[in-house]
C-alpha cells in the first residue's frame, strides 16, 4: 500500500481537496431555509416554532457525536500514511459500531431526552405538540446521522471530499425535494418535515457506505480482533473525549455570548444575529481549508515526514490567511448591503452596522486558530486542543467580566474576537511539538 503522504503536496492538491468541502458547507443552510419555507405555507406560526426548536434539539443532540467526524481523520489519515491498510478499515468498523450503539441508545431514551427539552421549552402547548411530533419521528434517523459523522471523518482522511460533496447533495437535495412533496403537496405538515429529513438522512447513510464499498469487499473490515484491540480503542477514547471537551468549550463561548447579547436590548440581540451570519459564512469557507489541512497533516504524521507536514502546513495556512483577508475585505465592501437585505428595521440596520467592524476584523482575528485546529486534529494532538481551547475560554469569560459591564455589545464583541486571538497564539506555541512527533 502505497500512502497519500508520499506525493507532494501541492496548490491543486489542496484545492482538490477544500474545494468540494467549500461546495459541500453551501448546501447546508439550504435545507433550514426550506424546512421553514414550506412550513410558514400552512399559514400558522406554531409550526414554524415547532420545526425551528425540534431541529435545534436533534441539532444539539447529534453535535454530541461531532468528535467522531473530527477523530476520525486524524487517526484514518495516520493509519493511511503508515500504510497500515488493516487499521483504515478497522477504524471504519469502529465508527459505524460506535454510531449503530450510540443511535440506538438515543431511540431508547427518547422518553426521558424529549421529556426534558419539552420541559426546557416555553412555548406554547400547541408548539409543544408538534415539536414532540417532530422530534419521535426525527430520533428513528439517529444511528444513520451520527454514521455520517464518521464516514465523512474516514473519506476526508483519504481526500475523498468529492464522495463527501456526493453524500451531502444526496441528501440535501432529497431532504428539499421531499419537503415540497411531503408538506406543500400531500398536507403532512410538520410531520412531512420529519419524515423528509429521515429519509434523507438514511439515504445520505447508504450513499456514505457506497463510497465506501471497496474497505467491505476486503475482508480487512471485519477483523475483529484488530477492530476491538484495547490499546486502539482506548487510543481512540482519548482523542474523541479530548475533542468533545475542546467542542463544549467552543459552544459554552457562543452560547453566553447569545445569552448575554440579549442583555442589552432586542435590537442589539437582532444584529448580534445577523452579524453572527458573516462568522457562520467565514466557518463554512474556512472548513475546507481546515478538512485539507486534517487530512495531510495526518498522512505526513503516519509517514513520519516532517518535510511534507511543514509544507502541508505552510500551504494550507497561505491560503487561509488570503482566503480571510478577502471575507473581511468583502464584509467591509458589501457588509451594509447585506445587513439592509436580512432586515428591513432601521434600528437593527443601524446597530448592525456599528458592529460590523468586529466581523470584519474576525475572519483575520481566527485565522490560526481554525487553521491550526485542523492541523491539530491531523496529527491526533487532541490534548493541547482541549487545553488550549480551555485557557481561551477562561480568557473570554474573565475578559467578558471586565469589559462587558462598561463596554457592553462592544466588549462582548472583543471578547469574542480575543478568544480566537487566544486559541490561535497558543495553539502555534504548540506546534513545534508536532514537528518533532513527526520527525522522531
Not at 459505524?96 to 420541559?119: D, H, K, M, R, T
Not at 459554552?252 to 440581540?269: E, M, N, T
Amino acid at each position: 500500500m502505497v500512502a497519500p503522504a508520499s506525493k507532494t503536496v501541492t496548490h491543486k492538491r489542496i484545492l482538490s481537496i477544500a474545494l468540494p468541502i467549500v461546495i459541500s458547507n453551501a448546501t447546508v443552510p439550504l435545507v433550514g431555509i426550506v424546512d421553514t419555507g414550506v412550513v410558514g405555507q400552512l399559514g400558522a406560526a406554531a409550526p414554524i416554532g415547532a420545526v425551528g426548536l425540534g431541529a435545534i434539539v436533534l441539532t444539539a443532540l447529534y453535535w454530541i457525536f461531532g468528535f467522531l467526524r473530527m477523530g476520525t481523520v486524524g487517526l484514518t489519515g495516520q493509519a493511511l500514511g503508515d500504510g497500515d491498510a488493516e487499521e483504515v478499515a478497522a477504524l471504519l468498523t469502529r465508527v459505524l459500531i460506535i454510531a449503530l450503539v450510540s443511535g440506538a441508545g438515543l431511540i431508547l431514551l427518547q422518553g426521558p431526552i424529549f421529556w426534558a427539552a419539552l420541559a426546557w421549552s416555553d412555548a406554547s402547548a400547541e408548539v409543544e405538540q408538534l415539536m414532540g411530533d417532530y422530534l419521535r419521528i426525527r430520533i428513528w434517523s439517529a444511528p444513520a446521522a451520527i454514521a455520517i459523522y464518521g464516514i465523512t471523518g474516514w473519506l476526508i482522511a483519504q481526500e475523498r471530499t468529492r464522495a463527501v460533496l456526493g453524500m451531502q447533495l444526496v441528501m440535501n437535495g432529497l431532504n428539499v425535494g421531499l419537503d415540497l412533496l411531503f408538506v406543500l403537496h400531500l398536507g403532512w405538515g410538520v410531520q412531512g418535515v420529519a419524515i423528509a429529513t429521515v429519509i434523507a438522512e438514511v439515504s445520505g447513510a447508504l450513499v456514505g457506505l457506497w463510497f465506501c464499498r471497496k474497505a467491505f469487499a476486503d475482508p480487512l473490515w471485519r477483523a475483529w480482533a484488530r477492530v476491538f484491540d484495547r490499546v486502539r480503542l482506548l487510543n481512540m477514547a482519548r482523542v474523541n473525549s479530548d475533542i468533545l471537551i475542546r467542542s463544549v468549550m467552543v459552544q459554552a463561548i457562543f452560547v453566553s455570548f447569545l445569552v448575554w447579547g440579549a442583555d442589552f436590548g432586542d435590537v442589539d440581540l437582532a444584529a448580534n444575529q445577523i452579524l453572527l451570519q458573516f462568522l457562520y459564512l467565514t466557518s463554512y469557507a474556512m472548513d475546507g481549508f481546515a478538512f485539507a489541512a486534517e487530512a495531510l497533516v495526518a498522512q505526513a504524521m503516519g509517514a513520519r515526514n516532517k518535510a511534507l507536514l511543514r509544507r502541508g502546513a505552510v500551504l494550507i495556512t497561505a491560503w487561509s490567511a488570503g482566503l480571510c483577508l478577502v471575507l473581511g475585505l468583502s464584509f467591509f465592501l458589501f457588509g451594509p448591503w447585506v445587513i439592509d437585505t436580512m432586515t428591513t428595521s432601521q434600528e437593527v440596520r443601524a446597530a448592525a452596522r456599528v458592529y460590523l467592524i468586529y466581523m470584519v476584523l474576525a475572519p483575520i482575528a481566527a485565522i490560526f486558530a481554525w487553521m491550526l485546529d485542523g492541523i491539530f486534529i491531523g496529527a491526533t494532538q487532541s490534548r493541547d486542543m482541549r487545553n488550549m481551547m480551555i485557557l481561551s475560554a477562561a480568557v473570554y469569560f474573565v475578559a467578558a467580566a471586565l469589559l462587558v459591564p462598561s463596554l457592553e455589545n462592544h466588549g462582548l464583541w472583543i471578547c469574542l474576537l480575543l478568544s480566537f486571538v487566544v486559541r490561535g497564539v497558543t495553539l502555534a506555541l504548540k506546534y513545534p511539538r508536532i514537528e518533532a512527533r513527526a520527525q522522531a
